[in-house]
Nanobody, 115 residues
């Protein structure tokens, strides 16, 4: 089992920045990919960015150039640096970890972009 705890969400004005963090515990040796997803009420959860244990990243086009994903394997932590935030980035952001056969999810952290 893997447990994930997110932090760093909040309310920010358009154009502002936030950094999300996600700490993994439990059977962390099995984790290969970690990532961030987001979900707006009434819509499906969507991928934002992923990073492998080796540091290979995948960032979706809608946030490319504004969001950066990084990972500290020693601290079992994945980060999402979000810059130039837009109101459409408002969502519940979930941390996800995968061992290749199973996905684990955090409880989510709310990000609200509003003036």
């Amino acid at each position: 089992q893997v447990q994930l705890v997110e932090s760093g969400g909040g309310l920010v004005q358009p154009g502002g920045s936030l950094r999300l963090s996600c700490v993994a515990s439990g059977s962390i040796y099995s984790i290969y990919t970690m990532g961030w997803y987001r979900q707006v009420p009434g819509e499906r959860r969507e991928l934002v960015a992923q990073i492998t244990r080796g540091g290979v990243t995948n960032v979706v086009d809608s946030v490319k150039g504004r969001f950066t994903i990084s990972r500290n394997n020693d601290k079992n932590t994945v980060y999402l640096q979000m810059n130039s935030l837009k109101p459409e980035d408002t969502a519940l952001y979930y941390c996800q970890a995968s061992d290749g056969s199973r996905s684990y999810w955090g409880q989510g952290t709310q990000v609200t972009v509003s003036s």
